[in-house]
């Protein structure tokens, strides 16, 4: 599996930003695709995931409401919508994949697969 992360990008506070990330795979069968982000001297962390099979989703609280996740099923790309931002939505900002994962599994970022990161940065 194959993954090509873009979109991050410099924004003030209260602004927008839209990440991709295109996933290369034999299969997607039973494919979980997830976001994590790690800011400057913090641990990474979960931010949302999506299961390819049935499109549930799956947010970090502190970006309930705020981040949207989404597919493209025919580009096999996953988006993460980030909106109103906060200075402490920066971070480093890394897609992930992996199969057949369960939600501890997912959250504890357990994946096989990462892509290179992306940073955001929300600052005015």
């Known amino acids: 599996v194959q993954l090509q992360a873009s979109g991050g990008g410099s924004v003030q506070p209260g602004g927008s930003l839209r990440l991709s990330c295109a996933a290369s795979a034999r299969s997607y069968r039973d494919f979980v695709m997830a976001w994590f982000r790690q800011a400057p001297g913090k641990e990474r962390e979960f931010v949302s995931g999506?299961?390819?099979?049935?499109?549930?989703?799956f947010y970090a609280n502190s970006v309930k409401g705020r981040f949207t996740i989404s597919r493209d099923n025919a580009g096999n790309t996953v988006y993460l919508q980030m909106n109103s931002l906060k200075p402490e939505d920066t971070a480093v900002y890394y897609c992930a994949a992996d199969y057949r994962l369960i939600y501890s599994t997912l959250v504890a970022g357990k994946l096989d697969y990462w892509g290179k990161g992306t940073l955001v940065t929300v600052s005015s």
């Open positions: 999506i299961r390819w099979n049935g499109g549930g989703t």
